[in-house]
């Protein structure tokens, strides 16, 4: 089997899939807290560490919107890993996001 890593916005085939929550100006939860995680982790985390992270952030940050609004169901996304071995995939390895100003 081949290395993969894939985040899906919820499992497959589940109920939760046919109606995601939306926002006309700020998109799905699951885009808003991949770029916010990229953003602030992807220098000094592996890939599916940062899944994982979005993973968890996802399932509160819809918990909390649920509560809301009882038409929506909660968001679980899904991350499936076949990487093989302990391979870790880094995306911008010594990257600094803020860099110090001299």
């Given at each position: 089997?081949?290395?993969?890593?894939?985040?899906?916005s919820?499992?497959?085939?589940?109920?939760?899939?046919?109606?995601?929550?939306?926002?006309?100006?700020?998109g799905?939860?699951?885009?808003?807290?991949?770029?916010?995680?990229?953003?602030?982790?992807?220098?000094?985390?592996?890939?599916?560490?940062?899944?994982?992270?979005?993973?968890?952030?996802?399932?509160?940050?819809?918990?909390?919107?649920?509560?809301?609004?009882?038409?929506?169901?909660?968001?679980?996304?899904?991350?499936?890993?076949?990487?093989?071995?302990?391979?870790?995939?880094?995306?911008?390895?010594?990257?600094?996001?803020c860099?110090?100003?001299?």
């Amino acid at each position: 089997m081949h290395d993969l890593l894939i985040l899906q916005s919820c499992f497959d085939g589940k109920l939760l899939c046919r109606k995601s929550l939306r926002d006309e100006s700020y998109g799905t939860p699951i885009i808003r807290e991949l770029v916010k995680t990229l953003y602030k982790h992807s220098s000094h985390r592996d890939l599916a560490t940062l899944f994982d992270i979005v993973q968890e952030r996802v399932r509160k940050v819809t918990k909390k919107l649920v509560e809301k609004r009882s038409d929506f169901g909660p968001q679980v996304p899904d991350v499936t890993k076949t990487l093989t071995g302990l391979r870790k995939v880094l995306l911008f390895p010594k990257y600094k996001v803020c860099p110090k100003t001299e």
